[in-house]
T-cell receptor
């Protein structure tokens, strides 16, 4: 498989559930990102991992917990979510190298509904 | 943080028409990308263009970094061009791809 893949594509969960979103990139990139896209709002950057280290955490509630075990995989662990967390969660990757083009490539997203 | 404004917010065209989408940003940037989001939510890269002009088929983009704006041109629009177009920038002070997105332009092309 090529590019950036995400599973599951759709997820419905209750507020007491624990679930995880998975992202995998097949592009040999060294940085991965989680974004949240809510209705009527622009994409919001949640977390950035560069060389497997978290370099950005944009004031995201602790009920969202990222994990980057290696440069190809990124997880978003979810627990005790709220209905307002329902959104499209997008993963992206890029090659961050000074002086070179750093295009971000996005996965297809996971549509999350919290009941 | 850096601010990104896109205009117009909505655009309705007849097939075959040309259009220009604009992105204004509030500070110097070292990364600017244009994306197209299709109805299924997939974001597709169109251009990486922190400065200069690029063309790809019916699409072209120009960024004037000194004046802090970028333009996306769509010529001879087709119904498959419908969707949301996003501009995203990374401010000059970061180096790990921290993109800030604009609100997007919703484009509808009618046959």
């Amino acid at each position: 498989e090529t590019g950036v893949t995400q599973t599951p594509r759709h997820l419905v969960m209750g507020m007491t559930n624990k679930k995880s979103l998975k992202c995998e990139q097949h592009l040999g990139h060294n940085a991965m990102y989680w974004y949240k896209q809510s209705a009527k709002k622009p994409l919001e950057l949640m977390f950035v991992y560069s060389l497997e280290e978290r370099v950005e955490n944009n004031s995201v509630p602790s009920r969202f917990s990222p994990e980057c075990p290696n440069s190809s995989h990124l997880f978003l662990h979810l627990h005790t979510l709220q209905p307002e967390d329902s959104a499209l969660y997008l993963c992206a990757s890029s090659q961050v190298t000074t002086g070179l083009e750093e295009t971000q490539y996005f996965g297809p997203g996971t549509r999350l509904l919290v009941l | 943080g850096i601010q990104v404004e896109q205009s117009p917010p909505d655009l309705i065209l007849q097939e075959g028409a040309n259009s220009t989408l604009r992105c204004n940003f509030s500070d110097s940037v070292n990364n600017l990308q244009w994306f197209h989001q299709n109805p299924w939510g997939q974001l597709i890269n169109l251009f990486y263009i922190p400065s200069g002009t690029k063309q790809n088929g019916r699409l072209s983009a120009t960024t004037v970094a000194t004046e802090r704006y970028s333009l996306l041109y769509i010529s001879s629009s087709q119904t498959t061009d419908s969707g949301v177009y996003f501009c995203a920038v990374e401010g000059g002070g970061t180096s790990y791809g921290k993109l800030t997105f604009g609100q997007g332009t919703i484009l509808t092309v009618h046959p």
